[in-house]
C-alpha cells in the first residue's frame, strides 16, 4: 500500500533541486573533458553552442552570460586557432564567430567525449525524449 508521500507529486523545490544536482553534474563533465583537451570549461561551453555562425551576443545568449565575458573566451578561442572573426552579412557593425576547421575537428572530439560517461547516459533515448521535452515545456513562459 502506497503511503501519503509516495502519493504525492515532487514539490517545487524537489524538482529544482534535482534540476541543479544534473546541471551541476553536467558542468563538471564539461570541466572535465574539455580540460583532457587544453580548454576551460568556458572555452567547452563555447565551443559546444558554436553550431554556427553567430555573434558574441549570440553565443553570449546561448551560454547563459554576459558578452563581454564571451568576448575573453572567444579572444582565446581565437588565438588557439580554433576559430576566426568574420564580417557579419547582414550587419555591417557585427562579426559573426566562425569555427575553423580545427576548431571544427575539436567541436567534434569534445561532443564525442561529452557523450561518454554522460549524466544523461542511464536514460534510454526514449526517456531523453521526454526529458527534452518536459524540460522545454518548463522554460516556455
Known sequence: MATERETQAPTDRELCGLVKVLSNQIEANIRGRAATLGLTASQGTALCELTRPMTLRELAERMGCEPSNVTFVADRLEEQGYLERHPHPDDRRAKQLVLTPKGTELRRRLLEL????????????????????????????
Open 114 to 141: 561529452l557523450s561518454e560517461n554522460s549524466p544523461l547516459a542511464p536514460l534510454a533515448p526514449e526517456e531523453q525524449d521526454v526529458l527534452q521535452q518536459l524540460l522545454t515545456r518548463a522554460l516556455i513562459r
